[in-house]
Nanobody
Framework: QVQVAESGGGLVQAGGSLRLSCTAS????????TDWYRQPPGKQREWVAG???SGVTSVTGRFTVSRDKAKNAVNLEIDSLKPEDTGVYYC?????????????????WGQGTQVTVSS
């Protein structure tokens, strides 16, 4: 089994910054791409930012995705937070899992972490 978990959400004030972390656990798998999505209240889930498995840092506007090798995690840093950044943030990985010598594509989602930005 491959599992993905997010952490770092919470209540923050507008204008501040926040770092979310995504860790993947399990065995016999490789990650081709890590993406962050969010789902604002009452709205559909939307893509926020992402990075290839071999990447180190990727910047999309106010969103920076970076790899923390020491913690084997992929972080999402959000700068200049706005109330409209409020929502549940999800991490997802796409990659390959080796099951008895066969490489199986996987797309695993975490449970999400709540981010609430107060004005």
């Amino acid at each position: 089994q491959v599992q993905v978990a997010e952490s770092g959400g919470g209540l923050v004030q507008a204008g501040g910054s926040l770092r979310l972390s995504c860790t993947a656990s399990g065995s016999s798998f490789s990650v081709d791409h890590t993406d962050w999505y969010r789902q604002p209240p009452g709205k559909q889930r939307e893509w926020v930012a992402g990075m290839p498995g071999s990447g180190v840092t990727s910047v999309t506007g106010r969103f920076t995705v970076s790899r923390d090798k020491a913690k084997n995690a992929v972080n999402l840093e959000i700068d200049s937070l706005k109330p409209e950044d409020t929502g549940v943030y999800y991490c997802t990985i796409r990659g390959l899992r080796n099951i008895r010598g066969t490489l199986i594509p996987v797309n695993i989602w975490g449970q999400g972490t709540q981010v609430t930005v107060s004005s």
